[in-house]
């Protein structure tokens, strides 16, 4: 049997990234609250499992230039608070999930506990927690920090973060502590809610948790990540990861090497997978072809660096990448497919381009085939979709995508009441 | 020509306070969106300027019983997060504003910077800042303090704190720096956009902001105190404010005194000055003390000095209050009419009868007269308004008050295009 694929829209709270938002059919307005409720409208039309909103805490800031070219771009910047969001979202939809990034870097544990047990409630179950540990030093200098906590110690205190807020979320309140119960006048049973009493390396945390069990317990755990440390925390704490490979055969191979950390580490099974593909649907080929190159006709490619901390304006473009540092990030240097031995002026045409093995474009029947393709060759379990500008590609897998993978088994049918993200996704158990 | 006054709502994410809950009539929910959708509509067709959602971050607990009375009463607990309830609530009204508390102690500042921000875009201008430093050992508990900080400091860490948002809020982007021009490509103008680096006794906080100004370029910034330092520090920022007095002839004086305060700073004038009254309206006079006993009737004696930290519960009920001492606040004890030579059985009885120099208490048009004579005899600009259950005060209030008080120039006419907050309120500059 086919087994359903899952599909969650990437967003964020800003005009877009390297100039798109230049394109002049670009209705996009990211500070409209009525903008954002009909894209989720919208994406609940087309059965996305969720919008996935990611986020950061500074801006992309190159050695050369610092931010002007975020700024003077759009790129990622500006940028707003994604919680801020969701209820109103949820307000506007019934099935459709909604994963936020927050950082476990710089905001104290309780806030963030209360804050997400509260979105769970409102939204009925539907709140996921993208999980990261902030990787930029734009961001480390908002929160008084001169420079970034190392790779490892972000994820031994992310480890202490989650310990902290699972205390809260999940052991402070019994299951049957919650009587509210009018007769006898017992809201919640005195000896069933307990302070938490956390006094780790890192977190002093008394509690108890502000926030009654809600819908989930906890958000869905999400994360993204490509590297060993990332790979090692997501077995210790994701039900779904994003990740990222060259081609195929390396996304298969991660995935397997994903399984085997599973295996060794007692999980009933990995995370949930998703990738991000570049999609393009026309009613012709030649017209998802002209939609592909839209979707980079109008990306500035002075920023397309920019995520690495280059700004490309100072280097002769037969620079090679491998001759670049990065700067201000953790993140590691772009590379076109898996390679680093290519020129700053072979980058940008791969970057117009928008041509790499998880580029899926033609008809919609052509590209019903191509995700399922994608998803059999490599063991993927979902998608994560972007749309550089709006009206764009959610319009388009709404209207032409979401049936023909339905009628295939590839996409879910849609809820008949509301559903809980996790019950949706029905990630395996981590523990 | 009489002044209009203005009326807020007060509201918390939580069944109630002292188990008021426990009323069979009582449909309040707490934790369901569309609860909140209906109570922001209605506040809206009665005319309130604002919802204003008090917050803390931890319990209410006594010496003798830690948070054993908070959690069984539902005394002001649980409670979620009310800054994840506004956008649902922008989006279903057009004119209401809403007053969000949040402490300067224990969050990040950029952090709530750009939440603020982003909510100001989101509700087109009609966000505000009830500005807390904190008063809860509970609280600082949870945020990994064995103790509060002393009031003094939390004052100095506030003004500090605030410095550094309005750098972000006004200082990083200049009038002039958002162009979004796409012809020429340029979202906004580099070289008006600026890092504040602020660096300061309590907070480094380098920048830029990540959102481009808001409606209302930062929040309206209300405050509630009654304490010397209090009110100096609301001349310092605050343009309303909320305060209690024993009488009217106190709180005339307590505005007059501040009226000074705000002429000596070199501030136009003082702030709005808001007080809250106990209201019941009723067809007639003996449906309205009807009302009024009901306000009260599922109040639970036992939590109602939780508040100040004792749970009356171990004392005889002849214990005067002045031998009682509060715990785990710095809030000062309670008091009958600004008496303390009063027992725990004079101030039970005083709680039940609700009848405060404060109440104002009869048919509608009894009603409005004695709101527009507390208003003339105290200089108040405003009144906060609670429902201790729904249905309740807020559907007598559209249903018998808004025509009356707008007949009677008391209330200003339902805005004819959505109006920001502080265009509402108009309240004075603060420099």
Do not use: C
Request: no cysteine; glycine share 8%; net charge neutral.
């Amino acid at each position: 049997m086919t087994k359903p694929l899952h599909f969650t829209a990437f967003q964020m709270l800003t005009p877009g990234d390297n100039g798109v938002w230049r394109d002049p059919q670009n209705i996009r307005n990211h500070l409209d609250l009525n903008y954002w409720i009909g894209q989720a409208q919208l994406l609940e039309r087309a059965g996305f499992d969720a919008m996935f909103f990611a986020d950061i805490l500074g801006v992309f800031e190159t050695r050369e230039s610092g931010a002007e070219l975020s700024v003077r771009d759009a790129h990622v910047f500006p940028l707003g608070d994604p919680f801020t969001l969701v209820s109103a979202l949820a307000a506007a939809t019934r099935s459709l999930g909604f994963v936020v990034t927050a950082s476990t870097t710089y905001e104290p544990p309780f806030l963030l506990a209360r804050r997400f047990s509260t979105l769970d409630h409102f939204t009925g179950g539907r709140i996921g927690w993208n999980i990261v540990t902030s990787y930029l030093d734009s961001a480390a200098a908002n929160f008084g920090l001169t420079e970034q906590v190392t790779h490892a110690d972000r994820y031994a205190r992310a480890d202490e973060y989650i310990e902290v807020l699972e205390k809260l979320w999940l052991q402070s309140w019994e299951a049957d502590a919650l009587r509210r119960d009018k007769a006898s006048g017992v809201y919640a049973d005195p000896a069933k809610v307990r302070a938490i009493d956390h006094r780790g390396a890192h977190y002093a945390v008394r509690g108890p948790h502000l926030v009654e069990p809600s819908p989930q317990g906890r958000p869905v755990y999400f994360q993204a990540t490509a590297s060993d440390t990332g790979f090692d925390f997501a077995i210790r704490h994701a039900e779904a990861l994003y990740t990222n490979a060259g081609n195929p055969e390396q996304l298969k191979a991660s995935i397997e090497r994903l399984e085997g950390l599973a295996r060794t580490a007692g999980r009933t099974a990995r995370p949930l997978v998703f990738a991000g593909i570049n999609l393009a649907i026309g009613a012709s080929h030649a017209e998802a072809e002209e939609k592909l190159e839209r979707q980079t006709r109008f990306r500035n490619d002075d920023s397309i660096l920019a995520w690495n901390g280059i700004d490309i304006r100072r280097y002769p473009r037969d620079t090679r990448l491998s001759d670049l540092a990065t700067y201000g990030t953790t993140r590691p240097l772009r590379s076109v497919n898996g390679r680093h031995d290519v020129t700053i002026q072979d980058y940008i045409e791969h970057t117009r381009r928008l041509r790499t093995p998880f580029t899926v474009l033609g008809t919609p029947d052509e590209v019903v085939d191509q995700i399922a393709d994608l998803a059999a060759r490599t063991g993927l379990d979902g998608f994560n979709i972007s749309s550089a500008t709006t009206p764009g590609v959610y319009e388009d897998f709404a209207d032409h995508l979401t049936a023909r993978l339905r009628a295939r088994g590839l996409l879910a049918p849609p809820a008949a009441t509301p559903i809980r993200l996790r019950d949706r996704l029905a990630p395996a158990g981590i523990r």
